[in-house]
């Protein structure tokens, strides 16, 4: 069994046993009522913070681009949508190195050199996420009392507070790696290091520093650090954003936005294990629970969370699918492409 199927199976398993949890306990019959409830005016200006999201994680990507080589918006921001509409729509998160060898075939960009900007991206979310875990963990209250189980481990608000100390100390030496990879002095230091191991595991080695280092060349430049740093927190206060306006038109979630951003922040943990294309059900899963921590029913929780959850992914699909028609991009050809690259 290759790792695409691998992964494809064990995402279905994941994604089944979380939306049975996330649903146990929340009558069908009343589940859809309450989404008849939800007023649809709000699902526009939520939609309409989502995209401003993106518009941010464009302009951010181009900039850490620019520190290898120019491209302009629209050269970023077709291989950027098309990505994260594979992700929504393809199992494997193969987005994620579509969106290099998008970039490669179009702007005669080096693979290795898209995918460390791609992994550069992907260190600025987790840092922004960690900051944002620290600060509503100390602002909101959570139920001391509250405890769920899912699959296998006790989830309480005592856990959530011992894994925000955990997160902050990850971005701590997350930054030092980075720096020690990113200044040349010390680079050198963890090459010569590397060329110790063995072959094939020097070689692998090798190359990771060298694409961190690749990826995050914009260290070099404060003022483009200091950009793409207030883009990132930018991309996620809008998403926070989307989710307050949501809950504007939906009866019973009377959540602050600080609030709703620590739920957004847990939904981004439980999407992080293996799952279907689009993470349906961890999604699921992790929002009923993060609202159960903040004293909302279950049904309404649920609702909420899965009207929310379709409105985060259908303007995604929708501008990935028109970048793809405008770029003539085979979606299916270079999802199987990028399978071939990821091993």
């Not at 909302?296 to 501008?319: D, R, S, W, Y």
Request: glycine residues 10%; aromatic residues 10%.
């Amino acid at each position: 069994m290759n790792r695409w199927i691998l992964s494809l199976v064990l995402g279905v398993v994941v994604s089944a046993a979380a939306l049975w949890l996330a649903f146990r306990n929340v009558p069908f019959g009343d589940l859809v009522a309450y989404i008849g409830t939800i007023e649809i005016f709000w699902l526009f200006p939520s939609m309409a913070a989502i995209l401003a999201g993106f518009f941010c994680r464009v302009v951010r990507w181009q900039l850490i681009l620019g520190s290898s080589i120019r491209v302009g918006y629209w050269s970023a921001h077709h291989p950027l949508m098309i990505g994260f509409m594979m992700n929504c729509i393809l199992p494997g998160r193969v987005g994620e190195v579509a969106r290099p060898l998008i970039l490669k075939k179009r702007n005669q960009v080096p693979f290795t050199t898209g995918l460390a900007t791609v992994a550069a991206e992907r260190v600025f979310d987790l840092l922004i996420l960690i900051g944002m875990v620290a600060a509503v963990m100390a602002a909101v209250k959570i139920d001391p009392q509250f405890s769920r189980t899912f699959a296998g481990y006790e989830l309480s608000g005592e856990t959530l507070v011992g894994v925000a100390r955990a997160m902050v100390q990850l971005s701590v030496l997350l930054v030092a790696g980075v720096l020690f990879v990113s200044v040349k002095k010390t680079r050198s230091l963890a090459l010569g290091l590397a060329g110790f191991l063995p072959g094939k595991l020097s070689d692998i080695l090798t190359r990771i520093i060298e694409n961190i280092a690749a990826g995050f060349s914009l260290v070099k430049d404060p003022g483009r650090m200091a950009a793409c740093l207030g883009l990132s927190v930018g991309t996620w206060a809008f998403t926070a954003v989307s989710y307050y306006v949501m809950a504007m038109g939906s009866p019973g979630v009377g959540l602050s936005f600080l609030e709703l951003t620590a739920v957004m922040v847990i939904v981004c943990f439980f999407i992080a294990l293996p799952s279907v294309p689009g993470f349906w059900g961890l999604w699921e899963a992790g929002g009923v629970f993060a609202m159960a921590l903040f004293g909302v029913p279950a049904k309404e929780a649920a609702g909420f969370t899965l009207v929310n959850h379709a409105v985060q992914m259908f303007p995604v699909i929708l501008v990935g699918l028109i970048s793809a028609i405008v770029t003539g991009v085979n979606v299916l050809q270079v999802s199987k492409e990028s399978r071939v690259q990821s091993g």
